[in-house]
């Protein structure tokens, strides 16, 4: 991703945390306060990248900001992104883009490598805790921390990683802040179930996705039951 556009990014995110000062670890539903964020995902490089895992009908269902700011950024914990979202087949691949260089040393992803093979949910804790950005665990049982590898990324370059894959990060404790950007593409072939939605936000205590907008970035919906939001080009702001 250029210069240019990073630079419209961390704008934008800025005048964000003007707006909702709530948000300056975490973000979880971008979209929701600003739609105009649709625009970076409709990327056709990202796309084409996302089409190489999960084929060429690609729905956008959520984006999400994990701010990390210098000195005080919350660590993530040791999570599968499957365990919150309401995808039926279960099915995303979720594109982070890096607005700042990500290291160790400000906390950058890190990820069991191979984890997702298996395409199996493992078991998680609930976290009632303040300083971590989101509230479900891995159980210790399920995964070994020796195994991790650092995804060290300079700013502007895309991480890709599977809706099963064991991943976490660390808190920030440098000078230098750690923002990335999320955004979650499922294939068409599976379903945004509303439904489903509402029984995970009860069961687990987490956010509730069931009036996510939903958008159809590339080629056709292959399940015919998801409903779809106007496409980028059609809307205005």
């Given at each position: 991703?250029?210069?240019e556009?990073l630079?419209?990014?961390?704008?934008?995110?800025?005048a964000?945390?003007?707006?909702?000062?709530?948000?300056?670890?975490?973000?979880p539903?971008?979209?929701?306060?600003?739609?105009?964020?649709?625009?970076?995902?409709?990327?056709?490089?990202?796309?084409?990248?996302?089409?190489q895992?999960i084929g060429?009908d690609?729905?956008l269902?959520?984006?999400?900001?994990?701010?990390?700011?210098?000195?005080?950024?919350k660590?993530?914990?040791w999570h599968?992104?499957?365990e919150?979202?309401?995808?039926?087949?279960?099915a995303t691949c979720?594109?982070?883009?890096?607005l700042?260089?990500?290291?160790?040393?400000n906390?950058?992803?890190?990820v069991i490598?191979?984890?997702?093979?298996?395409?199996?949910?493992?078991?998680?804790n609930?976290?009632a805790?303040?300083?971590?950005?989101?509230?479900q665990?891995?159980d210790?049982?399920e995964?070994?921390e020796?195994?991790?590898?650092?995804?060290v990324l300079?700013?502007?370059?895309?991480s890709l990683?599977?809706v099963?894959?064991?991943?976490?990060s660390?808190?920030?404790?440098?000078p230098?802040?750690?923002?990335g950007?999320?955004?979650?593409?499922m294939?068409?072939?599976s379903?945004?179930?509303?439904?489903?939605?509402?029984e995970?936000?009860?069961?687990?205590g987490?956010?509730?996705h069931?009036?996510r907008q939903?958008?159809?970035?590339r080629g056709?919906?292959?399940?015919?039951?998801?409903?779809?939001s106007?496409?980028p080009?059609?809307?205005t702001d």
């Amino acid at each position: 991703v250029s210069e240019e556009t990073l630079a419209a990014i961390r704008a934008r995110h800025a005048a964000l945390l003007e707006r909702e000062p709530r948000f300056r670890d975490y973000c979880p539903t971008l979209l929701d306060y600003d739609p105009a964020f649709l625009d970076y995902a409709d990327d056709p490089t990202i796309l084409d990248m996302v089409e190489q895992l999960i084929g060429p009908d690609i729905a956008l269902w959520n984006m999400s900001f994990f701010a990390k700011p210098a000195l005080s950024g919350k660590r993530t914990p040791w999570h599968q992104d499957g365990e919150y979202w309401p995808i039926a087949p279960l099915a995303t691949c979720t594109a982070w883009l890096a607005l700042d260089d990500s290291t160790p040393e400000n906390g950058c992803l890190r990820v069991i490598r191979g984890s997702h093979t298996a395409r199996a949910l493992r078991a998680h804790n609930t976290l009632a805790s303040d300083d971590v950005t989101l509230t479900q665990e891995l159980d210790p049982s399920e995964y070994d921390e020796a195994d991790a590898v650092d995804i060290v990324l300079k700013a502007g370059q895309v991480s890709l990683h599977d809706v099963y894959l064991l991943h976490g990060s660390e808190p920030n404790r440098s000078p230098r802040p750690r923002r990335g950007m999320t955004m979650r593409f499922m294939p068409t072939t599976s379903v945004f179930d509303r439904d489903l939605a509402r029984e995970k936000a009860k069961r687990l205590g987490i956010l509730d996705h069931s009036a996510r907008q939903v958008y159809l970035l590339r080629g056709a919906d292959r399940s015919g039951r998801n409903t779809f939001s106007a496409s980028p080009s059609a809307r205005t702001d």
